[in-house]
T-cell receptor
Framework: DSGVTQTPKHLITATGQRVTLRCSPR?????VYWYQQSLDQGLQFLIQ???????AKGNILERFSAQQFPDLHSELNLSSLELGDSALYFC???????????FGQGTRLTVV | AQSVTQLGSHVSVSEGALVLLRCNYS??????LFWYVQYPNQGLQLLLK??????LVKGINGFEAEFKKSETSFHLTKPSAHMSDAAEYFC?????????????FGQGTTLQVKP
């Protein structure tokens, strides 16, 4: 157990819908990362927050957004969902902005 | 841009045999390199990391990796494979510049261990 908690573990939704994925970092970690894992794209970095502020951005679609709240948990919002958004979404956390990250078990999103 | 390439999407070894998973990186600055393992239906677990302190890095579960700058490689090895090592392995690089810990992952190598 890495100490990073992601909810829900599984999510099935229809195209065009909006979903929110939640991540609670390890106790004491200030940085949160979101990654997408799909069969065709592999593991892709989406976005990083550090202490509530965006620190780095990857190939995150405009339909996707994220935030980190004052209690340091983070949410990834995915809207206007398409079939191609079906993937495993991982959250990771680290103590500082650039130290090693610990991964949660992921949320498996299936868009039908 | 920094990147990693994992040679071989599938590697199959017999139990007790040497495990060698290959990773080559591309980086214009000294890189930070990592190996992660993903067991079925689980998240990624850090096996080991290279941060320039030593070229031979020892990790968990008997794995180690050697950083070779001349070959731009960071191959993962284990002397004797166990059935429990069957998993997917990812090599990753963290950009050496910029104050971020984001990781760029390779495509992954699935390790099969045969009895």
């Amino acid at each position: 157990d890495s100490g990073v908690t992601q909810t829900p573990k599984h999510l099935i939704t229809a195209t065009g819908q909006r979903v929110t994925l939640r991540c609670s970092p390890r106790s004491g970690d200030l940085s949160v990362y979101w990654y997408q894992q799909s069969l065709d794209q592999g593991l892709q970095f989406l976005i990083q927050y550090y202490n509530g502020e965006e620190r780095a951005k990857g190939n995150i679609l405009e339909r996707f957004s994220a935030q980190q709240f004052p209690d340091l948990h983070s949410e990834l919002n995915l809207s206007s969902l398409e079939l191609g958004d079906s993937a495993l979404y991982f959250c990771a956390s680290s103590v500082a902005a650039y130290t090693e990250a610990f991964f949660g078990q992921g949320t498996r999103l299936t868009v039908v | 841009a920094q990147s990693v390439t994992q040679l071989g999407s599938h590697v199959s070894v017999s139990e007790g045999a040497l495990v060698l998973l290959r990773c080559n990186y591309s980086s214009s600055v000294p890189p930070y390199l990592f190996w992660y393992v993903q067991y079925p239906n689980q998240g990624l677990q850090l096996l080991l990391k290279y941060t320039s302190a030593a070229t031979l890095v020892k990790g968990i579960n008997g794995f180690e990796a050697e950083f070779k700058k001349s070959e731009t490689s960071f191959h993962l090895t284990k002397p004797s494979a166990h059935m429990s090592d069957a998993a997917e392995y990812f090599c990753a690089v963290r950009p050496g510049s910029g104050n971020t810990g984001k990781l760029i992952f390779g495509q992954g190598t699935t390790l099969q261990v045969k009895p």
